[in-house]
Antibody, heavy 122, light 113 residues
Framework: QLQLQESGPGLVKPSETLSLTCSVSGGSITNANYYWGWVRQPPGKGLQWIGSMYYSGSTYYNPSLKSRVTISVDTSRNQFSLKVNSVTATDTAIYYC??????????????WGLGTLVTVSS | DIVMTQSPDSLAVSLGERATINCKSSQNLLYSSNNKNYLAWYQQKPGQPPQLLIYWASTRESGVPDRFSGSGSGTDFTLTISSLQAADVAVYYCQQYYTTPFTFGPGTKVDIK
């Protein structure tokens, strides 16, 4: 059964870079049938798509975050990563990694990782 | 961006009664070439990630109880819980995957009356 797990620092200082990794187990990130994405959720609020990628390296970002976000893949470790630079308090959120279901980017998210809370504070 | 709205913001339903959640998109989510609506529904319980319930607006995910059903087309969609159970207390989100940026509704909180 495919499982995803986010990891990274839980506290980041304002203006610094948030870095998270999603480790995939029970399946290969190079499976041509799937895309992989990041979604975040500020505490007590709704869900925002950050961006997604294909194992080949193609990336797709939310324009509202595009200037600050980088998603990359490490196929040797079966992981993909998220970097958000110049963070502020508004970037405080639970960050989820998830798989797109299906051989196209335009598909739903399933499954999701458990999420990791990142707080931006000095 | 496609804006997703949901109504109501919250609702309380007696056990065994029907719960209905509405989702509206600012643009058509029906792709004419395959006649599919690019809309999903998720359930999120406290402290847990969202869990897929419905995709293609009306296809129930494997393992999801049949009391959950999705309907609608174009810009107006509905999630119905036919007989509310205690385990269904959660926040429910709709999401469009018709085009990027993928967007979610603000969520509807379902409680027991």
């Amino acid at each position: 059964q495919l499982q995803l797990q986010e990891s990274g620092p839980g506290l980041v200082k304002p203006s610094e870079t948030l870095s998270l990794t999603c480790s995939v187990s029970g399946g290969s990130i190079t499976n041509a049938n799937y895309y992989w994405g990041w979604v975040r959720q500020p505490p007590g609020k709704g869900l925002q798509w950050i961006g997604s990628m294909y194992y080949s390296g193609s990336t797709y970002y939310n324009p509202s975050l595009k200037s600050r976000v980088t998603i990359s893949v490490d196929t040797s470790r079966n992981q993909f990563s998220l970097k958000v630079n110049s963070v502020t308090a508004t970037d405080t959120a639970i960050y989820y990694c998830a798989r797109h279901f299906g051989p196209a980017l335009d598909s739903w998210f399933d499954p999701w990782g458990l999420g990791t809370l990142v707080t931006v504070s000095s | 961006d496609i804006v997703m709205t949901q109504s109501p913001d919250s609702l309380a339903v007696s056990l065994g009664e029907r719960a209905t959640i509405n989702c509206k998109s600012s643009q058509n989510l029906l792709y004419s070439s395959n006649n599919k609506n690019y809309l999903a529904w998720y359930q999120q319980k406290p402290g847990q990630p969202p869990q897929l319930l419905i995709y293609w607006a009306s296809t129930r995910e494997s393992g999801v109880p049949d009391r959950f059903s999705g309907s609608g087309s174009g810009t107006d969609f509905t999630l119905t819980i036919s007989s509310l159970q205690a385990a269904d207390v959660a926040v429910y989100y709709c999401q469009q995957y018709y085009t990027t940026p993928f967007t979610f509704g603000p969520g509807t909180k379902v409680d027991i009356k």
